[in-house]
């Protein structure tokens, strides 16, 4: 079984080593393809990429129109039967791979597949435990209503069939942050996913991060995309909405608390 992963990037040298070898050391009977797609990095990330010498890495740099745009450029130059994206600041945890082609292997009518998340900050230490925890047991009582009110899935830890992302298209690249519940909601309408009860990837959050720095319109394009999936009905848009700001005020807690 082939497996590509495809990494947007974008001045991250900081992580980016890291993040590779995370991928590149994963072990297993599968076959690995890894696509870097870096939008024109100026920080010493195209010094690192140079020095990874691996004939499984490929990798390009050069302007694009934003993280949806890039990973769709590197997803449409794959050819592993099983695909997936790593952002360039997180990890995938040890096995990861292995347990991902065992699965699909296993559960062959299944299209996709997602996994839990440790969430870590700059330093790569474990933080928001909480937070993993919730989303572990939405998981494991995953729905698609419950997709539908909430976007619980650890884009990270998630993995699909190119076949299924051939049905479903690409990325939108008009979002900006939910472009990863949007393929969710379009994959689910095929299949429920395989939940797999392990970490698989570790996700980096901290201030400067696209999803550390608090921004309430994160929320409202996540509702907006649940609202494209959700059948008519004042009420279930309803119910998502007063989701959406319990979730916005939690943060918002956490935040002022520091956490």
Partial sequence: MKISVVMPSFNH???????????????????????????GSTDGTLQILESMDDPRLTWTSRPDHGQADAINQGLSRGSGEIVAWLNSDDLYEPGTLEAVARAFDTEREKIWLSGSCIIVDAEGCEIRRAIRRYKERRQARYTYDRLLRENFICQPATFWRRSAFEQVGALDRTLHWAMD???WLRLGRLSDPIVLDRPLARFRLYPT????????RQYDEDLAVAHRYTPPGRGRRLVR???????????????????
């Fill in 13 to 39: 040298a900081r992580f980016l080593a890291r993040s590779l070898r995370s991928v590149i050391d994963q072990q297993g009977d599968f076959e690995l393809e890894m696509t870097v797609v870096d939008g």
């Fill in 181 to 183: 519940y949007d393929l």
């Fill in 209 to 216: 991060s696209k999803s550390g720095n608090f921004d309430r």
């Fill in 241 to 259: 909405r007063l989701h959406t700001e319990k979730i916005v005020l939690a943060y918002r807690v956490m935040k002022l608390l520091g956490r």
